[in-house]
């Protein structure tokens, strides 16, 4: 068994304070840009306009996991304090909310540029999960997302939180939903699949919604909303329909390339 005593500040200079979650948002977008740059994108178009396209998803990643967190974790709140939703220093960001951010803003983008959207969209599925896994370590350190108690050899106490010792349910998001995602989908893409566009997204919707899903169970929902319908979280809610969006996703595309 672990003791979490980690500090959520990495650095601190002075008056000013540079968290672990602010550095994983940064250490998954360079190591996407780079993985994506140097190895998957094969066509020259696309990488010579990618460098562009990152201020968009950045944007799209940051507005979309805000206000995602907004509207499906916390909107009683933010409605009566709307001056609040501002305050991005004090936390509150949706993987969902920013994974919607992330396809509006790469669909915009690509019809201002001519070009298909589902070729920045397979991109960024395949090195989404780098940024995941990253996310999920801060989120450990800064012992958030925690799971239910529990007695497995592995169990974690969060001091910062209480004294039971619980699911580490951060590190099993970033081993599923981080490295064992990315493995699937680079295998797909090694196979040719990436050939088929929209393949490779809807293969990240499905897994990813698996996952996520399954390790619900082991965390703790947050409070200000708790279980919903069929006692489920609405993490596993909001799975649920990308699931089925990616299912639909991989049906069609694969249609089409048969059609076709």
């Avoid at 070009?115 to 800064?142: E, K, T």
């Avoid at 293969?203 to 919604?209: D, E, K, Q, T, V």
Wanted: charged share 15%.
């Amino acid at each position: 068994m672990f003791i979490n005593n980690f500090d959520p500040v990495a650095i601190q200079l002075f008056a000013l304070e540079i968290k672990w979650y602010s550095l994983s948002y940064i250490l998954g977008i360079l190591a996407g840009w780079y993985l994506a740059k140097n190895i998957f994108i094969n066509d020259d178009k696309l990488n010579e306009k990618f460098n562009d396209f990152i201020t968009y998803l950045i944007i799209g990643i940051i507005l979309g996991g805000r206000l995602g967190y907004v509207i499906f974790y916390n909107f009683n709140y933010y409605s009566n304090n709307i001056i609040d939703i501002f305050k991005f220093w004090q936390g509150g960001m949706s993987f969902h909310g920013g994974l919607i951010g992330v396809i509006i803003s790469s669909i915009w983008y690509s019809k201002k540029n001519n070009q298909n959207s589902f070729s920045y969209l397979d991109i960024i599925s395949l090195v989404a999960p780098i940024g995941i896994f990253f996310g999920r370590i801060a989120n450990f350190i800064n012992s958030e997302l925690y799971g239910h108690e529990t007695t497995v050899p592995w169990a974690v106490q969060f001091i910062q939180i209480d004294n039971l010792y619980r699911h580490p349910s951060q590190l099993y998001e970033a081993f599923f939903e981080g490295l064992i995602l990315f493995l699937i989908l680079v295998y797909f893409r090694n196979k040719g699949f990436i050939k088929i566009p929209g393949f490779i997204s809807g293969l990240f919707l499905i897994f990813y919604s698996i996952f996520r899903f399954a390790i619900e169970f082991f965390r703790v929902p947050d409070e200000q909303i708790g279980y919903l319908f069929f006692n489920l979280t609405m993490g596993q809610l909001i799975s649920f329909i990308f699931f089925m969006i990616g299912f639909y996703l991989i049906f069609k595309r694969y249609e089409f390339k048969k059609e076709s």
